[in-house]
């Protein structure tokens, strides 16, 4: 059992930067790979990041590839998405969710977090 609560969302112009930060309850977290997804208004959840049990393999979508960071501390329960050089069509709903094996496909994650809104103004 996982549970996760996503942070740091917020309301930041173009070229800002934000952190994420997601938390995570249960001794289990550490065994489980963790993705970064998003979903703008009216598309689809789109995995942005992806981090492995250890911290040693990581997964960029070429949207945000050279600007968003994959961090996780396993000794805090916590992972991290590092934003910068924003953009408006960074706009949208960010979750952490987990899973036992790589997949792009959201339906292949078992635990997710509540979701932290960016937004993003030009």
């Known amino acids: 059992q996982v549970q996760l609560v996503e942070s740091g969302g917020g309301l930041v112009q173009a070229g800002d930067s934000l952190s994420l930060s997601c938390v995570a309850s249960?001794?289990?977290?550490?065994?489980?790979?963790v993705g970064w997804f998003r979903r703008a208004p009216g598309k689809e959840r789109e995995l942005v990041a992806y981090i492995n049990f250890k911290g040693s393999s990581t997964y960029y979508s070429d949207s945000v590839k050279g600007r968003f960071a994959i961090l996780r501390d396993n000794a805090k329960n916590t992972v991290h998405l590092q934003m910068t050089s924003l953009k408006p069509e960074d706009t949208a709903v960010y979750y952490c969710?987990?899973?036992?094996?790589?997949?792009?496909?959201?339906?292949?994650?078992?635990?997710w977090g509540q979701g932290t809104q960016v937004t993003v103004s030009s």
């Open positions: 249960g001794r289990a977290f550490s065994t489980y790979a």
């Open positions: 969710a987990t899973t036992t094996r790589w997949s792009t496909t959201p339906n292949t994650y078992n635990y």
